[in-house]
């Protein structure tokens, strides 16, 4: 399982990087973990004449605190996001969300970037960008931009990144005093992709929620944003009535395939049990609730 | 076919080669360099059988390239002896009955390696989550865990006793 002939370049600069996404258009693919990447060019699906490796770049990676947001190099680990103690404590559901990815040493080269620009409805970054109502740094030539997760998926292996953009942050609004938040998955084994799994957050202000995002995967052609699920808690007490009303209209949302992992039914229900299981545990991680 | 030379230590040892850029990591070692420690099982990222040690992290050696460990310090399994004294996972391994057919024990055994270099008192628990990344198709899990156990509690000991 060799992978077709590619030149190989490992630029230590972004500037360099965009360079050479410009020069090769098409032709170029950035490598960061490599851990769908090299898969699939294994498999010949993918062949890129031309491979720019993005880890000799420091500027790449890191989790800093600035202005209220959580900003995340792209090239940093899943290793490194469940070892970081700023995320451990004011955005546990990435790290926790990490330890359900793949196994240690995939998660030592995978990388927090390639996860949400892989464009794979598998992958478990998507959803839980999407209910952090996170944002996305694409730099090019000509510039950057900042575009919303929740604009950016299209469909399968299909997302706003265009050929000459390298995605460089990711931009997590730090949750506000009163927010909890919790990412559950259904996997057939330890380092499966998700059967169904579901990614919640919610703010309570005097026993009431005020906030609530609700986003799913591998349940849709890309991850999905259940707004009608984050409505039906939004304003309740998130009794057990609003979560059943919430885990219904996740179901009613998602729109999964019959594949090895299960039935349409079973998968169905599963988004409706991750859902309830994520809001519950969101809810029991309010500090003072 | 582009190539590239590269220079990288493996255990303890500088190696310098010229590399096709396509070329796997796990191919690089055991066709061009003949180590045939660690192993090829499912070449498809899974089972584990391929796990190395590359700056100080477990990876699997068939995803990703050789050009990608240029500067880097490798550990294979046969890395871990110390001359003809076995290291304590090796030791575990054999007095636990951590193997049967030993096709995944390279792998495991880099990969226990680096978690007890992590964390050296592992709870059971913690062994089995460390080394989910590596299948056995025959021991059953339980010597394995066993053997990783006995490694970090001769370690300890021997560190305690200094
Ligand atoms: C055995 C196994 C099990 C796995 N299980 C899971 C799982 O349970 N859940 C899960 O989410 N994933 C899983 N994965 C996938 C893994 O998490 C990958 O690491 C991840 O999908 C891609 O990240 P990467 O850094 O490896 O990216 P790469 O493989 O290097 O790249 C993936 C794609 O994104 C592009 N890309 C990468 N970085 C950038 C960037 N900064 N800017 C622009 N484009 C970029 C690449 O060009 C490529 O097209 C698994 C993988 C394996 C091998
Ligand atoms: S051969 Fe590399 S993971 Fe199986
Ligand atoms: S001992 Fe045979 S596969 Fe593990």
């Known amino acids: 399982m060799t992978p077709g002939v590619f030149e190989y370049h490992r630029p230590n600069k972004v500037e360099d990087v965009l360079a050479l996404l410009a020069e090769f258009g098409d032709d170029g693919k950035v490598l960061a973990g490599g851990h769908s990447l090299v898969p699939m060019m294994k498999l010949r699906l993918a062949e890129p004449a031309h491979i720019i490796d993005i880890n000799a770049i420091a500027s790449l990676r890191g989790i800093r605190e600035e202005e209220g947001m959580i900003v995340i190099g792209a090239a940093t680990t899943q290793a490194e996001i469940m070892g970081s103690d700023l995320l451990n404590e004011k955005c546990r559901i990435l790290p926790d969300a990490a330890a359900l990815i793949a196994d240690p040493q995939v998660r030592n080269c995978g990388t927090i970037g390639g996860n949400c620009a892989n464009g794979d409805p598998g992958n478990d970054d998507p959803a839980i960008m999407l209910a952090l109502n996170a944002s996305y740094t694409l730099q090019n030539q000509a510039g950057q931009r900042q575009i919303a997760a929740r604009e950016f998926y299209e469909a399968v292996y299909t997302t706003a990144l265009a050929e000459d953009e390298l995605l460089t942050e990711i931009h997590v609004p730090a949750p506000a005093k009163g927010t909890g938040m919790s990412y559950q998955k259904i996997k057939r084994k330890v380092g499966d992709y998700a059967i169904a799994a579901a990614a919640v957050t919610l703010s309570m202000s005097a026993g009431q929620c005020t906030d609530a995002a609700v986003a799913l995967t591998n349940v849709g052609d890309t991850a999905l944003l259940s707004l009608e699920a984050a409505e039906a808690i939004k304003g309740s007490a998130v009794d057990a009535r609003a979560i059943d009303r919430a885990a219904d209209a996740a179901m009613a949302d998602c729109e999964p395939v019959e594949d090895m992992r299960g039935t349409v039914e079973y998968r169905t229900a599963m988004v409706g049990e991750m859902t309830r299981r994520a809001i519950a545990e969101a809810l029991s991680r309010v500090a003072g609730s | ?162």
């Open chain 2, 1 to 162: 076919m582009p190539s590239k030379k590269i220079s990288l230590t493996i255990n303890g040892e500088a190696v310098e080669a010229d590399v096709e850029a396509r070329m796997l990591l796990i191919h690089f070692l055991r066709e061009q360099l003949n180590i045939t420690g660690p192993h090829i099982g499912c070449e498809t990222s899974h089972c584990g059988a391929c796990t190395v040690d590359l700056d100080g992290k477990s990876v699997k050696a068939c995803t990703i390239f050789a050009v990608q460990a240029d500067g880097g310090e490798l550990l294979t399994v046969e890395g871990l002896a110390n001359g003809a004294e076995l290291h304590p996972l090796q030791e575990g391994f054999f007095q636990c009955h951590g193997l049967q057919c030993s096709f995944c024990t390279p792998g495991m055994l880099t990969r226990a390696y680096r978690l007890l270099q992590d964390n050296p008192n592992p709870s059971d628990e913690e062994i089995r989550m460390g080394l989910s990344g590596n299948l056995c198709r025959c021991t059953g899990y339980q010597n394995i865990v066993k053997a990783v156990r006995y490694a970090a509690d001769k370690i300890n000991q021997a560190e305690g006793a200094n």
